[in-house]
T-cell receptor, first 112, second 112 residues
């Protein structure tokens, strides 16, 4: 099994729908992150969590929310999807030092 | 906002040649990390260099860091077709325990 598992791998959804992207990790790390990747823009941080009781907004949190259900699980929700949220979404985890993030394989989300 | 900026945006070389990618960043850092991404896949951590280090090696990878110029370079020696990927630098901020901020990446194509 992969260290960081993201589901679904691909998703097409309609404008206005609520959608949840899920992430689970087996690294035993406290820190988890959600990034978004758009062509030519690199990765941008949406939300991050340094432990189960800690949730922090990143650079582009508007339109998104997260839930840290357990040390191993960190979900990202789009409450009302819009087309400009079409992107590749990555979950990552790291130890307390933040050295060497481990990424999931990504969720390709298309909002039509 | 992007902390790191890679240069060039794209690089095409012949197999066996060396590939050099550069990264510039804006604020003081604790460490700088390089990641690799195969097309549409999750990022993979390559190497980390601390702010008090000037050079680091890992196999065919050589990373340098010049904190006075706020820049780093990644050298891949004797490149192979399998090195074809996008390469990203990522930095934290020395002001606190912060998530990594990624640059926009360099797309490397190694032609056999």
């Amino acid at each position: 099994d992969a260290d960081v598992t993201q589901t679904p791998r691909n998703r097409i959804t309609k404008t206005g729908k609520r959608i949840m992207l899920e992430c689970s990790q087996t690294k035993g790390h406290d820190r988890m992150y959600w990034y978004r990747q758009d062509p030519g823009l690199g990765l941008r941080l949406i939300y991050y969590s340094f432990d189960v009781k800690d949730i922090n907004k990143g650079e582009i949190s508007d339109g998104y929310s997260v839930s840290r259900q357990a040390q191993a699980k960190f979900s990202l929700s789009l409450e009302s999807a819009i087309p400009n949220q079409t992107a590749l979404y990555f979950c990552a985890t790291s130890d307390f030092r933040g050295h060497g993030y481990t990424f999931g394989s990504g969720t390709r989300l298309t909002v039509v | 906002s992007q902390q790191g900026e890679e240069d060039p945006q794209a690089l095409s070389i012949q197999e066996g040649e060396n590939a050099t990618m550069n990264c510039s960043y804006k604020t003081s850092i604790n460490n700088l990390q390089w990641y690799r991404q195969n097309s549409g896949r999750g990022l993979v951590h390559l190497i980390l260099i601390r702010s008090n280090e000037r050079e680091k090696h890992s196999g065919r990878l050589r990373v340098t860091l010049d904190t006075s110029k706020k820049s780093s370079s990644l050298l891949i020696t004797a490149s192979r077709a399998a090195d074809t990927a996008s390469y990203f630098c990522a930095t934290d901020r020395s002001s606190g325990n912060t998530p990594l901020v990624f640059g926009k990446g360099t797309r490397l194509s190694v032609i056999a």
